[in-house]
């Protein structure tokens, strides 16, 4: 075992990327963010793209800020989203970005190749109109993929770009819809009935392998010493914020908060079961052999775009006049795809009132209240159903990322669960990719219970109790037709 060591863990989040500078020991973990930028959309002949490009210059003005004591690297990032190389290595266009409208109508032209529940069992991975299966059949016979030799995920194409490397870490592999959720492999059996090249898809790697190490133009470029190593990690930002859980046991769901909630409980193998499919749960592979059995939930995604559409105001002075309002005064169910493209927000959120025979929020103050006692309603009864579904026991929540600083939100959460709430720490995931890297040099070892000590060790959490009965909220979901 080694003294310590400084990593720098990239964490690459749909509205923002940042690269933040780890000093591990075997008994303490300190960061300091090294470098953030922003991550928006760019429309572009009317598809929605992102900036990779822009990316990758933020992620070597990261490393460069980080160094130049850096002993590894590791990049994670939001899942199913993909570059297409060609026969030299040239990138064919910017990604297409999750949110394009692309995929509408697809999920059922690929069910009826290959049903859904056929292909659940299979990968375990619920119906989000914008996994890789559904964006691949949507770009079948593009000159783009007709072309493309090789497909890379976000985190790996970024990782191919500081290595030259080409390689698929398995946690991020799992949204696909393409991967074998039991044997942790690419299915050829499905990538053969739908048509796709299996050629496209390189070898897969476990969180902790040793991929590569910089590029001498990386080093030359970021001023940094070589030979710096980079290491897979949990590459899909909600694995490595699963391994940040400052849990003391394995008694916990856990609500990775941004973009998006990811609400589940951590298993030690894929439940791929009708019922999980019916209930629209994913089995998505974990760091150390685990699965991160959950539901997507869409998330701050609701509060991000209504604030953009008032123009971006400070949101503290609203979320204080939000905890004003009265509580569960209407809500929305907040895993309707409706809410899932961008623009025009709170005339959705007030148009879902409607439909459901509730008053529209009449402020924005009350839109808010609104979004995040919606979120709290999904929470509970995400982490309801992934306790009941595998059959776990659920003694506490664990809320971790942005959302973690939402004192509302998180009060809310607890309330509509009947559960105590543990909230932190907010960059969890960069956390969790540092850590799995100190333990790929040696500097801390153990399995996540050890790795979870540590961060408990070294940040803070803020507690909250229920408060009250859930029979409010019981009636709430029974206005949306959840109950």
């Not at 209504?306 to 979320?319: Q, T």
């Given at each position: 075992m080694t003294a310590g060591a400084r990593v720098a863990a990239v964490d690459l989040g749909a509205s923002s990327g940042r690269v933040l500078a780890f000093d591990v020991t075997p008994d303490r973990i300190a960061s300091t963010e090294a470098h953030r930028f922003p991550n928006g959309p760019v429309r572009l002949g009317g598809t929605l793209h992102w900036d990779v490009l822009g990316l990758y210059r933020g992620v070597l003005d990261g490393l460069r800020a980080a160094g130049p004591r850096l002993a590894a690297v590791g990049v994670d990032s939001w899942a199913v989203d993909y570059g297409l190389l060609d026969a030299t290595g040239a990138l064919l266009g910017n990604p297409v970005h999750y949110r394009d409208g692309r995929t509408d109508g697809v999920p059922d032209a690929v069910h009826a190749v290959v049903p859904a529940a056929e292909l659940y069992r299979v990968t375990g991975l619920q119906v989000l109109p914008f996994n890789t299966v559904y964006q691949l059949a949507a770009a079948a016979g593009t000159p783009q993929l007709t072309a493309a030799r090789h497909l890379l995920l976000i985190p790996d194409l970024i990782g191919h770009w500081l290595t030259g490397a080409r390689f698929a870490e398995v946690t991020n592999a799992s949204t696909t819809g393409l991967l074998d959720a039991r044997t942790r492999t690419w299915s050829a059996e499905l990538l053969a009935r739908l048509g796709i090249d299996a050629g496209l898809f390189p070898p897969l790697v476990e969180p902790g392998a040793v991929v590569g190490s910089l590029l001498p133009h990386v080093l030359a470029e970021t001023g940094l010493p070589g030979p710096v190593p980079v290491v897979a990690v949990g590459s899909h930002d909600t694995a490595s914020a699963v391994v940040g859980v400052p849990a003391a046991g394995r008694d916990f769901a856990y609500v990775a908060t941004g973009t998006w909630s990811l609400v589940g409980v951590e298993l030690d193998g894929p439940v791929p079961t009708e019922a999980g499919r019916r209930a629209n749960f994913s089995n998505e592979l974990g760091v150390d052999g685990t699965v991160r059995y959950l539901r997507n939930v869409m998330g701050l995604w609701l509060l991000q775009e209504?604030?953009?559409?008032?123009?971006?105001?400070?949101?503290?002075?609203?979320?204080d006049a939000a905890a004003g309002e009265p509580a569960l005064a209407a809500v929305v169910d907040a895993g309707d795809p409706a809410f899932i493209p961008p623009g025009g927000m709170p005339a959705r959120i007030a148009a879902a009132c409607a439909r459901t025979g509730q008053?529209?929020?009449?402020?924005?103050?009350?839109?808010?209240?609104?979004v995040l006692d919606s979120l709290a309603l999904a929470h509970r009864r995400a982490v309801r159903q992934a306790a009941g579904l595998s059959g776990t026991r659920v003694a506490v929540v664990h809320v971790v990322g942005g959302g973690a600083r939402n004192t509302l939100l998180c009060q809310s959460t607890a309330d509509a669960c009947g559960l105590p709430v543990l909230a932190g720490p907010v960059e969890a995931a960069a956390c969790g990719n540092a850590l799995v890297q100190a333990r790929a040099l040696g500097v801390v070892t153990g399995g996540l219970a050890e790795l979870r000590g540590l961060v408990r060790a070294s940040t803070g959490v803020v507690r909250y109790e229920p408060r009250g009965d859930t029979a409010a909220w019981d009636e709430a979901e029974g206005r949306l037709g959840l109950a």
């Open positions: 209504c604030l953009r559409e008032w123009g971006d105001p400070e949101p503290g002075p609203l979320l008053r529209p929020p009449g402020t924005p103050a009350a839109v808010v209240r609104c």
